[in-house]
């Protein structure tokens, strides 16, 4: 047989490991609830947009050409400025294959083995892997309640200039920061421009979980305060309406965007689901968002309940302001990457601190997403994680042994 | 203003050019009719398959795992091996985002700047352009109306193995060879796999026209001919079903599918179109495919007799066997580079040859897609560009000026 282990790359990547299907108390990846999916809305702008458009499909891109269906670039220019307070045009607008397309082509666009990135001191995992597959290097700015702190910030871009390192941005998740959960407020967004502005540098503004905040207001934007044109801006539909339909959206200058479409290779993002999206948001995206948030920040209490009732006063948090995950920090006893790989093995799995933060007490940390698991998922799988945590580490000391009333 | 240009790397890509809509006679890029997207079948396998799996939108992946829903990879599966002879388990099958995704995690994970791949002497546009941003040389074979030959193969491998060059692999586009559109016999496929075993080779078989043969029938893959798993396969929804939709899939071993996934930094490819494939497929494949071919072999008779009316002997062509293309030779005194040029201006868009073979005579060649436009617009067109080609060139000496009778 052709082995093709002798014919691999010295600096191939390891492999994925083997789909073995979801644990068993599942607290990890951005999923969501599968009571919330919209199915009757979506079958019904299925059937609108292919009456409508459905032959369209037969050329690249619908027609409408690289920056995908017009009709969803048209919904995007209003609700973002109507959500946001972003004003773009709908040449201002690329449609991508999930936000996560988005980082990989501003990556390809700007970034070089060696460069330097400024960053929350905790930020996506996604984006710590992908940088360190490209050779960048970061630099964390501690966060608080309100995300990136400013002061900190500027101690850390004075210091690079001092160093002659020339950060080439500065990323930020400002609005439902993960895994935080925490939302910069209008300030704050105004002293990171200002910062970014003195040091001369432009800024990523990762906001794709922006449309569930539980409060439902959100500060405008970066990107809506930026009179530079600095701020590149990304979204998404992943988390707002289903994880599993790949439709993201890039958000730059027309002149930036004829650049990061160079390296989108793809012949364009999946028109379908851009199609069927443009029709369902275009009536229901608003109503269907403000119920998802609802339900969400109702479940957001709900583990937090849990994190009080099975861990007490060991499992130390903010509870989120919008979005599906729950930073804990836990006592120093724990150390959260052997928490998670023990817990793997009994049907728990959770985020370590260290994938997720470049913080000195990232390994006291995990994130817990709360997304996909119904209540008593949530409770169980909590009081099983406080059993482990308890065996392994000693903490917490007492474990209450009450499931939640509401699931009784 | 922020001025990015300032903070751009060095080797940054061109920008792509701005959109401004297809040009008035479309003779590029895979697009296929519209009047053959399924549209009805489409609404109804979407509404079936929302109705069954809709829910699972709310997970990644559809909680299948990262090589895609289950039920097209099963659907694959079967028809695979029905179609093309191919054993492929679903855990051999990787949905992915188009063929040319899969083309790019094959690129990712076998190759390196330096390293030097053999490919037929003409070839698909794209697979040259990511092999030069790659830093990757290729050494073509040439071909004949089966295809790679594969005396010239032997030849090309035993120079590049005298000079010390190990190939990473072979490419080759055997089934409607694009842009060729000649199918390579049974007996040939066996000579390049010998020729492959005795240069100790794999081989990347990109079979994305396969389905629309207009005999109706296919050699076996070389995938499905190999017995030493050095045959990595590619395929695609794109061109029988609709190129907006962005599903294709790589099949191979699971240890090489581990390899690939660790490069497919999306998160999944769209799962709404894989759903609505895999229903749409599970009934409609077959006959739709062969009801498409017999209209495409008509469009190619159709583009044919037009390239004979207007160009007369000017124009050498072989009849394609399948597809939605032409490859046609005009005479030495034809530089179709500036043909292309100026046919743009002038509302045709066709390929010249330079950007689709590295043969000596490339500038004398052009391909012609007739995929997209309905025989008015391939008649016009045609006659439109022998036109321009005598005005600048002087060939055709006489152009016929009676338009096809079919359309009078």
């Not at 919330?36 to 019904?44: N, R, T, W, Y």
């Not at 871009?157 to 002659?164: E, I, Q, S, T």
């Not at 209540?375 to 392994?392: F, N, T, Y």
């Amino acid at each position: 047989m052709f082995d093709f282990t002798r014919v691999f790359p010295q600096d191939i990547l390891p492999e994925t490991g083997r789909w073995t299907g979801f644990p068993q108390f599942n607290f990890v990846g951005g999923h969501n609830d599968q009571t919330f999916i919209p199915v009757d809305a979506l079958k019904a702008s299925a059937a609108a947009i292919l009456d409508q458009h459905g032959a369209r499909l037969a050329t690249y891109g619908l027609g409408d050409g690289p920056l995908g269906f017009l009709g969803l670039r048209k919904f995007l220019s209003t609700s973002l400025k109507a959500r946001a307070g972003i004003a773009a045009s709908v040449d201002e607008i690329l449609l991508v294959s999930g936000s996560l397309q988005a980082l990989d082509l501003v990556n390809q666009t700007l970034l070089r083995p060696g460069d330097t990135v400024v960053i929350e001191e905790s930020n996506y995992g996604g984006v710590y892997s992908r940088f360190n597959r490209l050779g960048v290097k970061f630099v964390g700015v501690p966060t608080d309640e309100q995300g990136m702190r400013i002061d900190a910030l500027e101690t850390v871009l004075a210091a690079l200039d001092k160093a002659g390192t020339r950060p080439r941005l500065i990323y930020t998740i400002p609005t439902v920061q993960n895994p935080t959960g925490t939302i910069m407020p209008e300030n704050r967004r105004r002293g990171l421009l200002a910062a970014a502005k003195k040091f001369d540098l432009p800024i990523f503004e990762d906001d794709c979980y922006a449309d569930l905040t539980f409060a439902g207001v959100r500060p405008p934007a970066i990107h809506a305060l930026d009179t530079d044109g600095r701020v590149i801006y990304c979204g998404s539909f992943s988390k707002s309406v289903a994880p599993a339909l790949r439709v993201g959206y890039l958000v730059a200058s027309p002149e930036f965007l004829a650049r990061a479409l160079s390296y989108k290779t793809d012949a364009g993002s999946g028109a379908l689901e851009q199609m069927i999206l443009a029709d369902f948001c275009s009536h229901a995206f608003d109503t269907h968002v403000k119920k998802l948030a609802a339900h969400l920040a109702d479940k957001a209490d709900f583990i937090c309940a849990a994190l009080d009732r099975y861990f007490g006063t060991s499992a130390d948090y903010l509870r989120p302001a919008g979005g599906i995950f729950v930073w804990v920090k836990l006592p120093a006893a724990v150390d959260t990457s052997r928490l998670a790989e023990i817990a793997a093995t009994k049907g728990v799995a959770i985020n370590p601190g260290v994938e997720w933060s470049s913080a000195d007490d990232a390994r006291r940390h995990i994130r817990l997403c709360f997304g996909y698991g119904d209540k008593a998922m949530i409770d169980q799988g909590v009081r099983r994680l406080a059993e482990i945590c308890q065996a392994e580490f000693g903490v917490p000391q007492q474990i209450g042994n009450k499931t939640d009333p509401q699931l009784m």
